[in-house]
Nanobody, 122 residues
Framework: QVQLVESGGGLVQAGGSLRLSCATSGRTFGTYALAWFRQAPGKERDFVAVISRSGASTYYAHSVKGRFTISRDDAKNTVYLQMNSLKPEDTAVYYC???????????????WGQGTQVTVSS
């Protein structure tokens, strides 16, 4: 069982930055690929970024590539999402997810956090 707790969301002006954190429980952190998804009101949950178990591989949605960076700190059992040059269309609830297999599909992930709200004002 893996528990995920996100933090770092908030209200920011367009062009600003936020860093989301997702702290995980358990001693098996290194055996999970970790991903961020987001869901805007009335929309489906969309893939944002994923990092492999080793941290050597990362993948991003086209809409955030070059602006967002995913990273992991295995010593702290935490995955981060650094978000720069934020746009109003980035407004959503952001969720972290964990699974042994690396995937960009939300249905593939067994473990989810509760989400953190990110609001970008224009």
């Amino acid at each position: 069982q893996v528990q995920l707790v996100e933090s770092g969301g908030g209200l920011v002006q367009a062009g600003g930055s936020l860093r989301l954190s997702c702290a995980t429980s358990g001693r098996t952190f290194g055996t999970y690929a970790l991903a961020w998804f987001r869901q805007a009101p009335g929309k489906e949950r969309d893939f944002v970024a994923v990092i492999s178990r080793s941290g050597a591989s990362t993948y991003y949605a086209h809409s955030v590539k070059g602006r967002f960076t995913i990273s992991r700190d295995d010593a702290k059992n935490t995955v981060y999402l650094q978000m720069n040059s934020l746009k109003p269309e980035d407004t959503a609830v952001y969720y972290c997810a964990a699974d042994p297999a690396l995937s960009t599909i939300h249905g593939s992930y067994h473990y989810w956090g509760q989400g953190t709200q990110v609001t970008v004002s224009s």
